[in-house]
């Protein structure tokens, strides 16, 4: 009842028997099968590990594929078992999108930050007026930040001095230990334009002070993240190409940028296969015919995906079909509310049409998942496909949809499909959800699913208020896709055009995305076309080391072993536990701000000469 109350169509508006259909939409949404289960790598084991029983603070990485996500859901499934009580483990991520991969919500939104633009000063009188936000502070022992290559140095800065202030402890962070996950060399922080503005009233060449193109520095270059992080540790197995080993070698080689001969050639080869041009010609909707879907385009930014979505939308001659979202949420009206909601991949507006190509954005089934392509098939209200679904295949709905229209007349069972058909049609009062037709990689499998809204949301984790939450048809139209929006996607089929590719990082997760060279339909490789961030390239060889190696060049530091000290220390890596219990007053708040925000930029010299130091 709750589903059908939040009614999520305006335009199409809902049937007249409520309790019944929101009972159907209950159990199609709840037949969501079990996804295949993982079984943990051994270095996944080792990470895992580390975190939760070793107690570590760790930044773990690696590339594309390597199961950073799936690992992390396991360290936050075993960290909220270790610690029980409320609000001890933060589970964040740059992102929204990020976020609900993993269950939790953006840094900004969690900790009390709002954009977090503010000196530490304003963010620690702006919690502390929340007594909901001062309790987060207070009782974090592990703060989870994802996604974390899109935070910038200023705000892990700012964040490890909050806590010293709630936490009352000079340690990094105040002594809270740490999860960053993510990988340097996929997509860098955006732009912070306070940083941006302050360099260039500096009148300096931001160039020559700024690690990545828009003028920010990457988390790994603050202070307080060198002295927090006791680990800093890649994971090397891929398991998303894991059945294209020569794929692996190819992405490792353009994620660190040194591609070989041989890799620059196997892709000059992928660009010779016919590359799908977008159809500019008018069509009547019945590709969904077809038992094999394009590729996804990926676009380095939003509009140009939008416009080449629409462009082809139109070139559909059918009825479109507008779905909104409902949304609602206690943070409504704010500005967090509108950056939660920029981050949600499906749209407030879906428009479709039979014939457009979409992507499911959620889970469904094991064989039905977040990525999977497919067409619209038409749209059908749930009774209906429901009715005739029951009676098995070879007499179910598809039969009258497309497969034995002609032989209607005579047929009085068909002939009654029809009428029904017509009924439904006409009668705008009947609520219809697009049924889908998905398409496996090589057109081998076709499943169709009627498709109902499903909730996206951010809840309070301790009230279980609802702060955020959108209620729309998980699906997006997939012609194209924005590099920026693919991060941490996988796809089938993927059509690629690097010469928008602007970005460093960008042609890797472009192309990290596609599970396999079959998959992929490329145009414009060109090896000099991938960028690398010199600053990433020179941390990766100096500060990540993989974990067997850790292991094996720490020897004084037992991890792995089940009865080990939970603690052993290490002079060289700075282990030593130094929980020094100072209290800060709000005075001694006011020097640490002073630190904060103008040794940041007084230290530019030390990132120039870091810059200097492994620069090209
Ligand atoms: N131990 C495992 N066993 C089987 N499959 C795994 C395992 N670890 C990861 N995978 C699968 O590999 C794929 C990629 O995993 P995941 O999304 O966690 O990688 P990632 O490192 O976070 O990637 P990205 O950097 O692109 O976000 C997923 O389909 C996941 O289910």
Request: aromatic share 10%; glycine share 6%; hydrophobic share 35%.
């Amino acid at each position: 009842m709750l589903l059908f109350r939040t009614a999520v169509f305006k335009r199409l508006r809902l049937c007249r028997k409520c309790s019944s259909l929101s009972m159907d939409i209950q159990r199609y949404v709840s037949t969501k099968s079990h996804i295949s289960e993982i079984t943990f790598g051994d270095e996944q084991k080792k990470l895992i590990d580390l975190i939760v029983n070793k107690e570590k603070s760790v930044f773990f990485t690696g590339a594309a594929g390597t199961g950073k996500s799936v690992v992390l859901r396991e360290v936050i499934r075993q960290l909220k078992t270790k610690y029980p009580r409320a609000q001890s483990v933060a589970v964040t991520a740059s992102t929204g999108l990020a976020g609900l991969n993993i269950g939790g919500r953006t840094y900004q939104s969690y900790l009390g930050l709002g954009l977090g633009m503010e000196p530490v000063s304003d963010l620690v009188q702006r919690i502390k007026k929340s007594p909901k936000k001062t309790d987060v502070w207070l009782n974090c022992k592990v703060l989870i930040i994802d996604e974390v290559s899109m935070v910038d140095a200023k705000m892990i800065t700012k964040i490890s001095h909050i806590g010293k202030y709630f936490k009352k402890n000079m340690e990094p962070f105040g002594g809270i230990q740490l999860v960053f996950v993510g990988d340097f060399y996929q997509l860098p922080p955006v732009s912070d334009q306070k940083i941006i503005d302050f360099i260039q009233s500096e009148d300096l060449n931001n160039n020559t002070i700024s690690s990545t193109k828009s003028g920010c520095f990457f988390a790994f270059e603050s202070e307080e993240w060198k002295k927090a992080i006791d680990y800093e540790i890649s994971l090397t197995k891929i398991y998303r190409q894991a059945s294209d080993p020569t794929f692996i070698k190819m992405l490792n080689e353009v994620r660190v940028g040194e591609i070989s001969n041989e890799t620059d050639l196997e892709f000059k080869k992928l660009c010779l296969r016919n590359f799908q041009e977008s159809k500019e010609n008018l069509i009547d909707g019945s590709e969904y015919r077809l038992n094999s879907v394009e590729g996804s385009n990926v676009f380095p930014t939003r509009n140009e995906t939008n416009k080449y979505n629409r462009k082809r939308l139109n070139t559909i001659n059918a009825t479109p079909v507008i779905y909104d979202a409902y949304k609602t949420g206690t943070l409504k009206g704010t500005r967090e509310y509108e950056m939660i909601n920029e981050s949600i991949i499906v749209p407030d507006e879906l428009t479709l049409k039979k014939g457009s190509q979409v992507m499911l954005v959620k889970n469904q089934s094991s064989s039905l998942v977040n990525g999977s392509l497919g067409y619209v098939v038409d749209f059908v209200s749930l009774p209906n496909y429901e009715h005739f679904e029951k009676k098995g295949t070879g007499n179910g709905i598809f039969d009258f949809l497309f497969d034995m229209k002609d032989k209607v007349k005579g047929n009085p069972n068909l002939e009654r499909k029809v009428a029904l058909r017509k009924q439904q049609q006409q009668d705008t009062e009947i609520r219809c959800l697009p049924l889908v037709k998905f398409v496996s990689t090589r057109g081998k499998t076709v499943q169709y699913k009627i498709i109902s809204p499903e909730f996206f949301e951010y809840k309070d984790i301790e009230t279980d208020d609802i702060l955020f939450s959108k209620k729309q048809i998980p699906l997006i139209l997939a012609w194209a896709l924005s590099v920026h929006k693919s991060q941490g996607q996988t796809y089938h089929k993927l059509n690629c055009d690097l010469s928008r590719i602007f970005e460093d990082g960008q042609a890797y997760v472009a192309l990290s995305r596609v599970t396999s060279r079959e998959g992929l339909q490329l145009k414009n490789w060109n090896k000099d076309k991938v960028q690398i961030n010199p600053v990433v390239k020179a941390y990766y060889k100096s500060k990540v080391k993989p974990v067997d190696n850790i292991i094996n060049h720490n020897p004084s530091v037992e991890i792995f072993v089940n009865d080990a000290p939970t603690v052993v220390h290490n002079e060289e890596n700075n282990l030593v536990n130094k929980k020094n219990n100072i209290a800060l007053d709000e005075n001694q708040l006011g020097e640490e701000i002073d630190f904060v925000d103008n040794s940041y930029f007084k230290n530019r010299g030390r990132f120039k000469s870091h810059f200097d130091e492994f620069g090209p």
